[in-house]
C-alpha cells in the first residue's frame, strides 16, 4: 500500500458532509488511515486483496460495517486491474479464494463473512452460464460496488428507527445525553454509522441535549475517531475516561447508551469493543436503557448464544506500549498481557436492538430476543 498525505487534520467529506473513510472509484480504492487520526489525514492506495487484508488486520480500516466493504472493494480493484487469460471457472476459483483469504482477516466481525458469503454464492450462481470471464469479473465488482451504496441506506434506517424509538420511550425528556463506546460512526462504515447514526438522527431532530464518549482503551477509538467526528458535525459533545462510565451515570448524566456491534448471536447476546459489557452493566445497575444499533448483517442466526462468538486477540503491545502500541513502553518488562478485542453482553442487558429494519424489542424469554421471528416478518 502507498500513502497519500491530503495535508490537513480533516478528512474528506462527501458532498453531504458525511467523513469519508472509503473512497472508491472503479478500478481505485484509498483507505483512510485511522491510526493516524486525528492529528494526521493520510489516504492509503489498496491495489488488491493482499492490500485489503493488511489494511483490515492493521485497523488502517475498523467497524465491522466498513470491513466487510473494504474487504470486497480491494478484491474488486484487483480483479478489475487484472490481466487475466483464463476461462470464466479460473475467473470463479480465483475470487472465492480471495475471498476466503479476505475472511481470516478480522474473524469475531460477522459483516465480513456474511459479505464474503453472499459475494461467493453470486460468484458461482454467474459462472454457472458465463462463457468468459469477464462476465464473473463483472458481475463481482458491481456486487461490491451494491455494497457500498446500500450501507449508507441502512445506516441511515438505522438512525432514524432509533431516533423515532427513544423519543417514543423517553418522551418525558425534552432533550437527552446519550453515551457511546467505540466508534460506529462514518469512519466504521460506508457513511453515517450505525450507533453514531441515531446520535446524528437524534442531533437533527433536536432531541439530542449531548453525547458522551469513552476513550475506549486500548487502541483510543473514542477519543480518536468519534470524538474527531462529533467535533467535525458540532455536535456537542464531552469525551470521559472508560473508567468513568459508572461514576457519570451516577451523577445522572446519561439517559441512554447506544453502542454497535461486530456480531450478535440468535439470542441476542452482542459481541462488541472490550468495554461495552462494563458500560452495560453500569447501565444495568443505573436503570439506564442499553441499545444496541447495527445492521440485520450483524445478526448470525447460526450461533444460540455468545458463548459461540471466538474473541480475537490483539497484540501485547497495544498494552504495553502507549498510543494503542505505536507510542513508547509504558509498562513494566516481562509483565504478562491478556488483550481480547471484544467482550460479550448478555441479551438480558440490552434493552432493545435496532436495526434498518426496525426496532426489535420482543424477547422469547427474560434471557434472550425473538430475533428470527422479527427477521422472519420484517421480509
Not at 66 to 92: K, P, Q, R, Y
Not at 195 to 216: Q, W
Amino acid at each position: 500500500m502507498s500513502a497519500e498525505a491530503n495535508g490537513s487534520s480533516a478528512a474528506a467529506t462527501t458532498a453531504g458532509g458525511s467523513l469519508q473513510s472509503i473512497c472508491y472509484e472503479r478500478g481505485s480504492l484509498r483507505l483512510l488511515d485511522q491510526r493516524k487520526l486525528p492529528l494526521e489525514t493520510v489516504y492509503l492506495d489498496v491495489k488488491d486483496s493482499t492490500d485489503g487484508w493488511t489494511a483490515i488486520r492493521d485497523m488502517v480500516v475498523r467497524g465491522a460495517p466498513a470491513i466487510a466493504i473494504a474487504a470486497a472493494l480491494s478484491l474488486a480493484v484487483e480483479v478489475w486491474n487484472l490481466d487475466f487469460n483464463g476461462t470464466s471457472e479460473d475467473a470463479s476459483s480465483l475470487l472465492i479464494k480471495k475471498l476466503e483469504y479476505l475472511v481470516s482477516s478480522r474473524p469475531t466481525a460477522v459483516n465480513l463473512s456474511d459479505a464474503v458469503e453472499k459475494l461467493r454464492s453470486l460468484v458461482l450462481k454467474t459462472v454457472e452460464t458465463a462463457t468468459e470471464a469477464k462476465t464473473v469479473f463483472q458481475a463481482y465488482i458491481d456486487a461490491a460496488e451494491t455494497m457500498l451504496i446500500d450501507d449508507v441506506a441502512s445506516n441511515k434506517a438505522i438512525g432514524f428507527h432509533g431516533a423515532k424509538h427513544l423519543r417514543s420511550n423517553l418522551d418525558s425528556l425534552e432533550k437527552i445525553s446519550v453515551l457511546t463506546h467505540c466508534n460506529t460512526g462514518s469512519l466504521a462504515t460506508a457513511g453515517y454509522g450505525t450507533a453514531l447514526g441515531v446520535i446524528r438522527a437524534l442531533r437533527s431532530e433536536g432531541f439530542l441535549e449531548k453525547a458522551f464518549c469513552t476513550e475506549t482503551r486500548p487502541f483510543n477509538q473514542g477519543s480518536r475517531l468519534t470524538a474527531f467526528e462529533l467535533v467535525h458535525d458540532r455536535i456537542p459533545a464531552t469525551l470521559i475516561a472508560d473508567s468513568a462510565v459508572a461514576a457519570l451515570m451516577k451523577a445522572g448524566c446519561v439517559n441512554a447508551v447506544i453502542v454497535g456491534a461486530d456480531r450478535i448471536a440468535a439470542n441476542g447476546d452482542t459481541a462488541n469493543k472490550i468495554g461495552t459489557y462494563n458500560v452495560a452493566l453500569s447501565a444495568f445497575h443505573h436503570g439506564i436503557q442499553f441499545y444496541v444499533a447495527a445492521p440485520i448483517t450483524s445478526i448470525d442466526l447460526s450461533i444460540s448464544s455468545g458463548e459461540q462468538i471466538v474473541i480475537e486477540e490483539r497484540s501485547a503491545k497495544e498494552l504495553l506500549h502507549s498510543d494503542g502500541g505505536r507510542g513508547k513502553q509504558v509498562a513494566a518488562s516481562g509483565i504478562s498481557v491478556w488483550n481480547p478485542a471484544f467482550d460479550v453482553t448478555p441479551a438480558r442487558l440490552i434493552t432493545a436492538i435496532i436495526t434498518e429494519k426496525g426496532v426489535i424489542i420482543k424477547k422469547a424469554s427474560d434471557e434472550a430476543f425473538d430475533i428470527k421471528g422479527f427477521i422472519e416478518n420484517a421480509k
